[in-house]
């Protein structure tokens, strides 16, 4: 099992989240007018399934050209800046991504390259979330400008604060932000905060947040691969498949697995290695309803858990929720996911 030490969650302060400047949807350009842009399709490895690639110290010749797509990076307010309705990028590596002739082209090697990544993730994660029905039919989940930031961090890492609501991205190892896996799992942490200030200040809280983190990184890939008809050819459990190529020596590559036969019994007190008993519970979920209706039944069951739930509780609330928006064999099955991993009380 890959050890998940390079990627501690550091809270700067639980609590109160600092106002954040709330931005409604923009005025969308049109599609014809969207800047297109040259991102990774999710990572390197799991778009070739070359377990072989290494970061080469950022050399742009270590990815070959296979790994990246050109997709548009919709809902940009306009400026020039990636900034937009649903994420805004600062970067204090390099200076800031501008289009030329309507294109953001960089290679792996351009500090530009993750903030353009940084942008079009974020934001097609919120995409994701609203497909669901998320700021329509359901509750809003995140449904503000996101703000990022990508710096020169000591140590291999990436988080999330909930004082200001920020995401960092750190470039130890491969850079962080180059893994769309890796940007989707600190999103995840957004998403939460939003619906739950604060949330996360148990151990097994902090499990879940992990776990989500890592369940919405596979989630809104696999998504985005069937979308834009973009290749896998790694396992869909296997989160982090590119990042993880710099601290781990078995294959395949993985920061992390949801698809794990880790127990409550296995427990061990660290957020990240219990998470993955949340995380398998999870992708069982989907494997039995499908990935939509699992992922509205587990998005919208957060919005009832605590600050410092316990898996019992926000196994039972998301059981609940399965029963309230669909009925008893959706309800179930979720059941049958959570006890599979030795949930009490399910
Ligand atoms: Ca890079
Ligand atoms: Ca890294
Ligand atoms: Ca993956
Ligand atoms: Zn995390």
Known sequence: MPHPINRRLFRASIG???A?????????????????????MVNPVQATGDQGLTDDKDAATAVPASAYATAALRNLDGSGSLSGAWVTVRSETGSAARPIDGAYVYDRHSDQFEQVMAYFWVNESQEYLQSLGFGSELPAANARQQPVR?????????????????IRFGKGGVDDAEDAEVIVHEYGHAVHNAQVPGFGTSEEAGSIGEAFGDYLAVSVGDHADAKYGWPRDTDLACVGDWDSVSYTSSLPHCLRRVDGDKTYADKVGEVHADGEIWSRALFDIRTALGARTADRIIVNAQFGFAPDTSFEDAALKTIATAQDMYGAHEADAVRQAFAARGIPGV
């Open 16 to 18: 109160v989240l600092a």
């Open 150 to 166: 990508i710096n020169q961090w000591g140590a291999d890492n990436s988080f999330f604060t909930d004082k200001k609501a920020e």
């Open 20 to 40: 954040a400047a709330v931005l409604g949807p923009q005025i969308p350009a049109s599609a014809a007018q969207d800047p297109s842009a040259r991102v990774f």
